[in-house]
């Protein structure tokens, strides 16, 4: 489906300095959004954890940019690791990663930073005993995160607290990220974001808790939420899974007409290859933890013909996925073992589509 989406980049706002001027960050070296031609910089991303003496990957040295105004696609199977480069751009990290290296910046400011700097500063050089090694957030990104950046989780009843009202989250976002103090003014602002995501219509729907809702009405409200407090970046992580067609093709509207009013930047995290060419300027295939290929769709080619052309792409890399395992095998059966490199080629997917 095309949506009319426009590839060129918006000026956006500002970016608060006084939200980055924390955590080892000085003044001088804070950038406004207008600053930054990139509003998010991922460089050689690699995630891993220790299993005793075992060292396994889960991201490996991934890269990937998303320019102000852009809406960038990430795709690729389930498992291949889109959700937690996501996470991983914030500052999340779901599991304690025994192996943290690369780069990642939003609007100039670094999300990762070494433990034994952030445990210096905090409990002087003697603390460093504790804890060695290893990388942790910033405190630029738990300021950034809602106000500057955000994220549109896959499971939105983990996102949302079920012990606080629809309003309540919407309400919060408002006055936490935004700084409003009218009461009266969040209230519109609230009313005005459930008709944005449809949700006006239903009877109690400010008063609903979120176990209360559908998991697709659960999905609108925390994009209500998200959107509420005007982020410059939004991660989009298969935010249209949970609901039908027509709301789906409501909300991706909205998160397109975000970019085109406000200059949001977008990085699309799904499974949608169409969606994906038929929005995004810039697509990034994901495959075994690993970056494999990257495109450009042309806006001016229909949809079914750049679907098509993936299509052979990716029959043909799996052609050639299979001669590189019947070489492979071949070689070992004489003894020889796998040639070197052969097994991780084989599985990250290397080739194009």
Same mark, same amino acid.
């Given at each position: 489906?095309?949506?009319?989406?426009?590839?060129?980049?918006?000026?956006?706002?500002? !970016?608060?300095? $006084?939200?980055?001027?924390?955590?080892?960050? $000085?003044?001088?070296?804070?950038?406004?959004?207008?600053?930054?031609? +990139?509003?998010?910089?991922? $460089?050689?991303?690699?995630?891993?954890?220790?299993?005793?003496?075992?060292?396994?990957? !889960?991201?490996?040295?991934?890269?990937?940019?998303?320019?102000?105004?852009?809406?960038?696609?990430?795709?690729?199977?389930?498992?291949?690791?889109?959700?937690?480069?996501?996470?991983?751009?914030?500052?999340?990290?779901?599991?304690?990663?025994?192996?943290?290296?690369?780069?990642?910046?939003?609007?100039? #400011?670094?999300?990762?930073?070494? #433990?034994?700097?952030?445990?210096?500063?905090?409990?002087?050089?003697?603390?460093?005993?504790?804890?060695?090694?290893?990388?942790?957030?910033?405190?630029?990104?738990?300021?950034?995160?809602?106000?500057?950046?955000?994220?549109?989780?896959?499971?939105?009843?983990?996102?949302?607290?079920?012990? %606080?009202?629809?309003?309540?989250?919407? +309400?919060?976002?408002?006055?936490? %990220?935004?700084?409003?103090?009218?009461?009266?003014?969040?209230?519109?602002?609230?009313?005005?974001?459930?008709?944005?995501? +449809?949700?006006?219509?239903?009877?109690?729907?400010? $008063?609903?808790?979120?176990?209360?809702?559908?998991?697709?009405?659960?999905?609108?409200?925390?994009?209500?939420?998200? !959107?509420?407090?005007?982020? #410059?970046?939004?991660? #989009?992580?298969?935010?249209?899974?949970?609901?039908?067609?027509?709301?789906?093709?409501?909300?991706?509207?909205?998160?397109?007409?975000?970019?085109?009013?406000?200059?949001?930047?977008?990085l699309v995290i799904?499974?949608?290859?169409?969606?994906?060419?038929?929005?995004?300027?810039?697509?990034?295939?994901?495959?075994?933890?690993?970056?494999?290929?990257?495109?450009e769709p042309d806006?001016?080619?229909?949809?079914?013909?750049?679907?098509?052309?993936?299509?052979?792409?990716?029959?043909?890399?799996?052609?050639?996925?299979?001669?590189?395992?019947?070489?492979?095998?071949?070689?070992?059966?004489?003894?020889?073992?796998?040639?070197?490199?052969?097994?991780? +080629?084989?599985?990250?997917?290397?080739?194009?589509?």
């Amino acid at each position: 489906m095309s949506l009319g989406c426009s590839f060129r980049t918006h000026s956006t706002r500002a !970016l608060p300095r $006084e939200i980055l001027s924390q955590q080892g960050i $000085e003044e001088d070296g804070v950038r406004s959004m207008n600053e930054c031609a +990139d509003v998010l910089v991922v $460089e050689g991303l690699s995630i891993g954890h220790r299993l005793g003496c075992q060292e396994r990957l !889960l991201l490996s040295s991934v890269s990937l940019r998303v320019g102000r105004g852009e809406i960038v696609g990430l795709v690729g199977e389930s498992g291949s690791g889109k959700s937690l480069t996501g996470l991983a751009a914030l500052g999340i990290c779901p599991v304690s990663p025994g192996v943290l290296t690369g780069h990642v910046e939003i609007a100039g #400011a670094p999300i990762w930073q070494p #433990a034994e700097k952030a445990v210096e500063a905090l409990r002087g050089p003697q603390g460093l005993s504790r804890r060695r090694g290893g990388m942790i957030a910033t405190g630029a990104a738990r300021s950034l995160r809602g106000r500057v950046a955000s994220m549109v989780f896959q499971e939105p009843l983990n996102a949302l607290d079920p012990l %606080h009202t629809v309003d309540w989250h919407l +309400d919060r976002a408002l006055q936490i %990220h935004r700084g409003i103090t009218s009461k009266s003014t969040r209230r519109s602002a609230v009313l005005e974001w459930l008709r944005k995501v +449809d949700l006006d219509g239903f009877d109690g729907i400010r $008063e609903a808790y979120p176990q209360e809702l559908s998991g697709g009405m659960c999905q609108r409200v925390m994009i209500a939420s998200i !959107l509420a407090a005007e982020p #410059a970046l939004v991660i #989009a992580d298969e935010a249209t899974a949970a609901l039908d067609a027509v709301t789906e093709f409501q909300v991706v509207s909205l998160l397109l007409e975000e970019n085109r009013q406000r200059g949001v930047s977008l990085l699309v995290i799904t499974h949608d290859l169409a969606l994906a060419l038929s929005c995004c300027c810039r697509i990034y295939q994901m495959s075994a933890g690993r970056i494999v290929d990257r495109m450009e769709p042309d806006p001016a080619r229909p949809i079914r013909e750049m679907l098509d052309e993936v299509e052979q792409n990716f029959r043909r890399r799996g052609d050639d996925r299979k001669e590189m395992l019947k070489s492979a095998t071949l070689e070992a059966s004489h003894g020889g073992g796998l040639a070197a490199g052969a097994h991780s +080629d084989l599985m990250s997917g290397a080739g194009k589509w």
